[in-house]
Nanobody, 112 residues
Framework: QVDLVESGGGLVQPGGSLRLSCVASGFAFSQYAMTWYRQAPGKGRELIASITRTTDYARYADSVKGRFTISRDNAANTVYLQMDRVKPEDTAVYYC?????WGRGTQVTVSS
């Protein structure tokens, strides 16, 4: 059974940093690309970053490019999202996704 469990969310001040983690189980993690989405209140889900299975290519939404970094550790079945220079508009629930499976999400709130 596929399971994706996000963690690392919380309250952070504008300009601060946060690192999200997503631990995967139930499938061959190293064989699949992984993606982070977010959903802000009243809005649809937005793809913000994805990474190939071999980590040789990552892409980002324009809204986070240059501030967020996606990475993965295939030995630990974990994908990360390093969030730097966060802004209030980054407030959202952040979800891990692969091959039709979603995690339960972790809340990130950017506020002073």
């Amino acid at each position: 059974q596929v399971d994706l469990v996000e963690s690392g969310g919380g309250l952070v001040q504008p300009g601060g940093s946060l690192r999200l983690s997503c631990v995967a189980s139930g499938f061959a993690f190293s064989q699949y690309a992984m993606t982070w989405y977010r959903q802000a209140p009243g809005k649809g889900r937005e793809l913000i970053a994805s990474i190939t299975r071999t980590t040789d290519y990552a892409r980002y939404a324009d809204s986070v490019k240059g501030r967020f970094t996606i990475s993965r550790d295939n030995a630990a079945n974990t994908v990360y999202l390093q969030m730097d220079r966060v802004k209030p508009e980054d407030t959202a629930v952040y979800y891990c996704f692969t091959e039709g499976y979603w995690g339960r999400g972790t809340q990130v709130t950017v506020s002073s």
